[in-house]
T-cell receptor, first 117, second 109 residues
């Protein structure tokens, strides 16, 4: 597995502002993802953070709203832009590792709990 | 149609019993199957993965996969109150996975 940290762990923000969430991994990983988990819901993939190129966004998520940076193989940021109360959620960074099986296994950071007022 | 379906629960079992958690999926091409445990207020933790039909055991946990029926399950033997959590099934291909909505398990002392 990998040790993943996120900052901040939680924040309360006013609508219309932006928040940047940082994700740091203790080893180089090719694949990093950003998820959102709304209260009482499961995880929804926002995008795949690609090192050295633009992130790949899932349906319903756009770069203008959720810009992502991936400057190297251990770090990524997700910005939640022009926030509204509907963006209140837990944002999770994950990494995918090959650990002996035929497919990648995902491990998650501790999450960032965002409340928009 | 949801891609990965789980009963939301709660599933209540007495301490020491076997808890059985079930998951069905729609994509027949799925190659990888995972079970995550998520305690309230925490991030998901990978507890089991299975790739081939049949059973896979790891301590008190057994994952079962039936690709023909598009069904994957998790058995927890000798359930403990500390097993009380939401269990997420995740199904995917080589790299990305899709998560179910999770089953909340309550182990009653």
């Amino acid at each position: 597995s990998a040790v993943i940290s996120q900052k901040p762990s939680r924040d309360i923000c006013q609508r219309g502002t932006s928040l940047t969430i940082q994700c740091q991994v203790d080893s180089q990983v090719t694949m990093m993802f950003w998820y959102r988990q709304q209260p009482g819901q499961s995880l929804t993939l926002i995008a795949t953070a690609n090192q050295g190129s633009e992130a790949t966004y899932e349906s319903g998520f756009v770069i203008d709203k959720f810009p992502i940076s991936r400057p190297n193989l251990t770090f990524s940021t997700l910005t939640v832009s022009n926030m509204s109360p509907e963006d209140s959620s837990i944002y999770l960074c994950s990494v995918a590792l090959l650990a002996g099986g035929p497919a990648y296994e995902q491990y998650f950071g501790p999450g960032t709990r965002l409340t928009v007022t | 149609q949801k891609e990965v379906e789980q009963n939301s629960g709660p599933l209540s079992v007495p301490e020491g019993a076997i808890a059985s958690l079930n998951c069905t999926y729609s994509d027949r091409g799925s190659q990888s199957f995972f079970w995550y445990r998520q305690y309230s207020g925490k991030s998901p933790e990978l507890i089991m993965f299975i790739y081939s039909n049949g059973d896979k055991e790891d301590g008190r946990f057994t994952a079962q996969l039936n690709k023909a029926s598009q069904y994957v399950s998790l058995l927890i033997r000798d359930s403990q109150p500390s097993d009380s959590a939401t269990y997420l099934c995740a199904v995917g291909g080589y790299q990305k996975v899709t998560f179910g909505t999770g089953t909340k398990l309550q182990v009653i002392p």
